[in-house]
Structure formats: C-alpha cells, structure tokens
C-alpha cells in the first residue's frame, strides 16, 4: 500500500491550500479516507475523515473553513482548506482503513501558516 500526498506549503493568513493523497495497492479499495495533523510535542489529531459512503467528519476547529473530498476512481482524497490560521500549522498525514480496517499513513506534508 502506498499513500502519495502533495499539496503542503507556506501561506498567509486567510489564505487557502488543497491537500491530495493518492492511495495506491488496497484491495477492495480505501473504507476510509482522512487527514489528521500533528505539532511539536502534541498528539496527533485528527482533521477530517470521509467514508466510501460519503459520511464526513471534522474536528470542531476546522468545521466551516475545511472541506473534505473523495474520488473513488482514482482512490485519491482531497482537503480543501480556506481561511486558514497560523493554529493550523502542521504536518498533515494522510490515512486511509481498508476494509479489514487496518490503517495506513502517508509521510506527512508540511503546512505553515504565517505572514
């Protein structure tokens, strides 16, 4: 299995970045698509996930600025990320449940927000 991220870099406040990850090598295809971001220091955490179905879910912090996407043809999720804050600053992780529910994390890019 192979998680394939890209998107990440340095942004103003206010600005806005797209996050995809590209899975590669899951059978039956991704249960489960998702970001979760982690700081220096601080457990990693979760940002939003989305099902095969479509059901979506977003920590309160990004709820109304993020949103999240599949293509389940291309087994690729997206992250839309608008009016974002220097507290939205992290390595951001793909992961991906296959249908026996095992997870599989992507490297990490780097988001920076800062002026």
């Known amino acids: 299995v192979q998680l394939q991220a890209s998107g990440g870099g340095l942004v103003q406040p206010g600005g806005s970045l797209r996050l995809s990850c590209a899975a590669s090598g899951i059978v039956f295809g991704p249960k489960n698509m998702g970001w979760y971001r982690q700081t220096p220091g601080k457990q990693r955490e979760l940002v939003a996930t989305?099902?095969?179905?479509?059901?979506?879910n977003f920590a309160d912090s990004v709820k109304g600025r993020f949103t999240i996407s599949r293509d389940n043809v291309k087994n690729t999720v997206y992250l839309q990320m608008n009016s974002l804050k220097p507290e939205d600053s992290a390595v951001y992780y793909c992961?991906?449940?296959?249908?026996?529910?095992?997870?599989?994390w992507g490297e990490g890019t780097q988001v920076t927000v800062s002026s």
């Open positions: 992961n991906v449940r296959d249908t026996w529910y095992r997870d599989y």
């Open positions: 989305i099902t095969s179905g479509g059901s979506r």
